[in-house]
């Protein structure tokens, strides 16, 4: 645990400023992403230091197809999430709290010389929501640029922008996941809004930062010509044609049964929607 950056004080508690959802935090309490805690008047990021999920990864897995190519990456994660998304993969880690799950003891210093000795050039930070365990991923970030790594960000990118703004000098590599071009569909199926996210991809790329976008094509839901022309058509016109974009195929999970996997048309109809807009690279995921 590590008292937390971004809050201000509110009626009987604190208010998080880290996500656009700015919790209300009273004494005791937690916010939506169940990783920050109000105590005697001030916020704790609870899991700093205190990892849930690492593993070696190849950096396609990310998915990451244009950066490091062919070269692994240590994947690291804590719990919690400020997304709800009913179909979530990861939901055993994502939609808990800390201490619900078993988690090791592992120091920004650990993590990276843990890195280095295993001859991996790059870190990442994925499986759940890294920003909402902000303190911990920031501080590792900077001392594995210290060292000569690179760090990667795998994150659906709703987050404020004056924590996105101090984070962003140390990545390297950026994931983000649009859910859907459609706010009804985020506030829905996701508990969060859509213009956060278009505006942290754009502040990710002006930034230098190599950017791809994936999005998981759920059938009836968000996977008509017209939502994926949407989103093709928002990464042309905002300078975006050259990130790599991944539909990824989804698969019933969490409180998800209905509807059945994408089937692999939608995927390939996706893509050549994509590249008549302009797109220069797609890719299909979990095909
Ligand atoms: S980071 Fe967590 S506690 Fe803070 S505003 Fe977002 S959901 Fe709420
Ligand atoms: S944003 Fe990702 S980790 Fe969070 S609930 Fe949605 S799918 Fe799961």
Avoid at 62 to 79: A, D, I
Avoid at 121 to 138: G, H, L, R, V
Wanted: one cysteine or more; glycine letters at 10%; charged letters at 20%.
């Amino acid at each position: 645990m590590r008292e937390a950056r971004f809050h201000i004080p509110a009626p009987g508690g604190v208010e998080c400023t880290l996500c656009p959802h700015h919790c209300r935090i009273p004494e005791g309490g937690r916010g939506r992403c169940r990783s920050r805690e109000c105590r005697d008047g001030k916020l704790w990021a609870l899991s700093y230091g205190a990892p849930c999920a690492l593993a070696v990864d190849p950096v396609e897995k990310k998915p990451l197809n244009g950066f490091l190519p062919g070269t692994y990456c240590l994947s690291l994660s804590c719990t919690g999430c400020n997304l709800s998304c009913r179909w979530c993969q990861n939901s055993d880690i994502s939609q808990a709290a800390p201490g619900e799950v078993e988690c090791t003891v592992l120091t920004p210093e650990e993590a990276v010389d843990l890195c280095i000795r295993r001859g991996l050039p790059s870190m990442a930070y994925t499986y759940t929501e890294p920003f909402t365990w902000w303190e911990y991923m920031y501080d590792m970030a900077v001392l594995a640029r210290r060292k000569g790594l690179k760090n990667i960000l795998v994150s659906a990118g709703y987050v404020e922008q004056e924590p996105l703004r101090e984070l962003l000098p140390y990545l390297d590599a950026a994931n983000i996941d649009i859910k859907a071009m459609d706010d009804g569909f985020y506030r829905t199926w996701c508990g969060a809004r859509l213009a956060p996210v278009l505006g942290n991809i754009l502040a990710l790329h002006e930034g230098g930062v190599h950017v791809e976008v994936t999005n998981l094509l759920i059938p009836g839901l968000n996977d008509s010509d017209g939502q994926v022309r949407a989103l093709c058509h928002w990464m042309v016109d905002h300078g975006l044609q050259a990130v790599p974009l991944h539909f990824s195929r989804y698969f019933p999970r969490y409180r998800m049964r209905e509807p059945g996997m994408t089937p692999k048309a939608t995927l390939l109809r996706a893509k050549g929607i994509a590249q008549d807009a302009g797109c220069e690279t797609v890719y299909l995921g979990n095909v």
